[in-house]
Nanobody
Framework: VQLQASGGGLVQAGGSLRLSCAAS????????MGWFRQAPGKERDFVAA????????VYADSVKDRFTISRGYASTTMSLQMNGLTPEDTAVYYC?????????????????WGQGTLVTVSS
């Protein structure tokens, strides 16, 4: 499964961005999906995940109440609405497809990864 992430860009602190991810195969509709991010010099960290049916959402503590992950029922596309952005949110954001029907906080539970989209938040 190939994934295409889009929507990144430069935004001022306090602003918003909406990331999108599209999977190339219908098989992804049966799997959970997730977002991770990697800041320069740091590991790739979990951001949010969602189940195959648009439920079972999970968030990292650092983004909870600011970010919202969504997808339609059995959809191959997924979005991440990011509000209240801070410079600490600056990173390359990656979308991924999980090996199971629900998403996960663990990178090892994901089998396909997109190329990433850069989000830069200026202070």
């Amino acid at each position: 499964v190939q994934l295409q992430a889009s929507g990144g860009g430069l935004v001022q602190a306090g602003g918003s961005l909406r990331l999108s991810c599209a999977a190339s195969s219908r098989t992804a509709s049966n799997n959970g999906m997730g977002w991770f991010r990697q800041a320069p010099g740091k590991e790739r960290d979990f951001v949010a995940a969602i189940g195959w049916n648009g439920g079972n959402t999970v968030y990292a503590d650092s983004v909870k109440d600011r970010f919202t992950i969504s997808r339609g029922y059995a959809s191959t596309t997924m979005s991440l609405q990011m509000n209240g952005l801070t410079p600490e949110d600056t990173a390359v954001y990656y979308c991924a497809v999980a090996r199971r029907a629900v998403g996960s906080r663990s990178r090892s539970d994901y089998v396909s990864w997109g190329q990433g989209t850069l989000v830069t938040v200026s202070s």
